[in-house]
Structure formats: structure tokens, C-alpha cells
């Protein structure tokens, strides 16, 4: 079986699940600030969280407010092996993350931060507002890979044969046709350095 190697070039990251662990934050800021003690990052079997949560739809909107505005106030802390993966791909290629995030200051100064060791100049971040630009972006900065959690963007993604490689979570379970990796070991694994 062949091993891919994917130019350093030709992929380019999600942030939130991928990069930053942003479940552990929206768990911490349940228990935190709304006394909500009751549930586990396992419940969430599904990427919209008001769907498989016993949670008010209203404190899951603030808690995902506080997320998108504030990362350094919430502790958001990447997921484990991401900041040396990112670190040692930077002195190939610059660094590339498209989020559908709606505003982009707050976590491109969270990354500048997170990576302290990879220059600005060598981070850019998109941040489309919305999943489904996500593809069009990819195609304009000749992307071939993309490091998601959303298993509708990666069927998004596929169906303009670009490769989607999943991040495995519990919210993105069942038979699908993508690269499926459980940690930032085993993507780098993919990667040609």
C-alpha cells in the first residue's frame, strides 16, 4: 500500500477541531459560567450542538459567542501535537487556515500567540463567515488537501476533487470516503517533511 505525502504547499488547515481544541473550551465554559456539569465531549454526535445537547439553544449561542470573540479569555488551548506539527511545517510552506468564522482578528492573534514560533508572515487566515465558501477559497490558493471536522464541507470539498482528510471526533462518525486521521501524529505522518 502507498504511503501519500502531501507537499507542504498543497494543504491547508480548519481551525476550530482541528487546530484549536474548541469542544474542551465550549465544555469549559458550560461548566464554568453556566453551571453545566452534565455532559461530555462523547454527546457531541453531531456538529450542530443544539441538536444532540440538553442544553438551551440561547446558552449554546453564548457560549459559542464567547468562543469566536475571546479565545485568549476562554483558555481555547490547541489540540495536543498541533502547535509542533504547525511549527515544523512552517519552514516549508506558509501556514494556510480557512474557518467559517465570521470575524478573523480574534483567532488570527490566538495563532500568532499559539505559534510563537512561526513568523505572522507565515500564517494567513481566511475567514469565510460560512462552511460553503470554504471550497471556492481552496480552489483560488491551489489547495489539493484540507484538514476538516465538517463532514458536509468535506463532501463539499471532494465533490471539486479536492481531498478532504478528516479530524476525527465524535461528531463526525460513519462510513465516508476521506483520509481519517485521530491525531496531529498521524496527519503529520501524511505530510512530506
Not at 128 to 144: F, Q, S, W
Not at 165 to 177: E, L, M, R, T
Request: some cysteine; overall charge negative; glycine content about 4%.
Amino acid at each position: 500500500m502507498s504511503v501519500i505525502k502531501i507537499k507542504p504547499e498543497k494543504i491547508a488547515f480548519d481551525i476550530d477541531g482541528v487546530v484549536a481544541d474548541t469542544m474542551e473550551a465550549f465544555l469549559n465554559i458550560a461548566r464554568e459560567e453556566f453551571g453545566i456539569n452534565h455532559i461530555r465531549k462523547e454527546q457531541i454526535t453531531t456538529y450542530w450542538l443544539e441538536e444532540c445537547l440538553p442544553i438551551s439553544e440561547d446558552i449554546i449561542k453564548a457560549i459559542i459567542e464567547r468562543i469566536l470573540t475571546d479565545p485568549f479569555g476562554i483558555g481555547l488551548s490547541p489540540m495536543k501535537g498541533a502547535v509542533d506539527v504547525l511549527t515544523r511545517l512552517s519552514t516549508r510552506a506558509p501556514l494556510r487556515f480557512v474557518t467559517a468564522r465570521p470575524v478573523k482578528r480574534p483567532i488570527m492573534e490566538w495563532l500568532d500567540d499559539t505559534l510563537k514560533e512561526v513568523p505572522s508572515s507565515s500564517i494567513q487566515v481566511i475567514a469565510t463567515g460560512k462552511h460553503e465558501i470554504k471550497v471556492e477559497i481552496l480552489k483560488e490558493l491551489g489547495i489539493h488537501y484540507f484538514v476538516e471536522d465538517h463532514m458536509e464541507t468535506c463532501r463539499a470539498i471532494c465533490s471539486q476533487g479536492l481531498k478532504a482528510i478528516v479530524f476525527d471526533h465524535p461528531w463526525n462518525q460513519g462510513p465516508a470516503p476521506f483520509i481519517r486521521v485521530k491525531n496531529w501524529q498521524e496527519l503529520e505522518d501524511l505530510l512530506d517533511l
